[in-house]
T-cell receptor, first 115, second 113 residues
């Protein structure tokens, strides 16, 4: 059973460019969340997708957008990259059950470096 | 979100028990206490969670204070593979399907031979 997979593993971009990161959830999971982790910090919640819609969003600008596909996989897009966007981007998947403390399963992340 | 406070770092010898503390003095009655850990170069992984009673699983034990204002993650016999950053996180059971995790800076556990 494959866990959460993310691609690419590493990425280098320059300021002003756009980037797309991809995530495939754990088999049987229907919800995908994205987190940004700066060096030395804990992960920060970006947004969560369920049923192809953004359900909750953290304190991130509109430059960060996402998408969920019918097969539950997801993309994170970042436009107009800034140096401060350099971070590890983590995808987590879970099974959405109302009022249930579901466990989130994280992928290994995509390390983005903006020059 | 209710806030948690953890020491920045702790050290342990291999094969000895480790007690990782977490303070959450503003916890509400509907907050579950979750622990995740992040091994080097990996994404976080779930460790354990509880509400009021102490909990055990194959990875660890969670001891929750009677007033729920603090909790302790217990690794019974630390190994080198337990070296990681440990995060204590509060999750409101009433959030239902809105289930984001709010991470702090965690405790970096160093395990030595």
């Amino acid at each position: 059973d494959a866990g959460v997979t993310q691609s690419p593993t590493h990425l280098i971009k320059t300021r002003g460019q756009q980037v797309t990161l991809r995530c495939s959830p754990k088999s049987g999971h229907d919800t995908v969340s994205w987190y940004q982790q700066a060096l030395g910090q804990g992960p920060q919640f970006i947004f969560q997708y369920y049923e192809e819609e953004e359900r909750q969003r953290g304190n991130f600008p509109d430059r960060f957008s996402g998408h969920q596909f019918p097969n539950y996989s997801s993309e994170l897009n970042v436009n107009a990259l800034l140096l401060g966007d350099s971070a590890l981007y983590l995808c987590a998947s879970s099974l959405r059950l109302a009022y249930h403390q579901e466990t989130q399963y994280f992928g290994p992340g995509t390390r983005l470096l903006v020059l | 979100d209710a806030k948690t406070t953890q020491p920045n770092s702790m050290e342990s010898n291999e094969e000895e028990p480790v007690h990782l503390p977490c303070n959450h003095s503003t916890i509400s009655g509907t907050d579950y206490i979750h622990w995740y850990r992040q091994l080097p170069s990996q994404g976080p992984e779930y460790v354990i969670h509880g509400l009021t009673s102490n909990v055990n699983n194959r990875m660890a034990s969670l001891a929750i204070a009677e007033d729920r204002k603090s909790s302790t993650l217990i690794l019974h016999r630390a190994t080198l593979r337990d070296a990681a950053v440990y995060y204590c996180i509060l999750r409101d059971v009433n959030t239902g399907t809105a289930s984001k995790l709010t991470f702090g800076t965690g405790t970096r556990l160093q395990v030595t031979l």
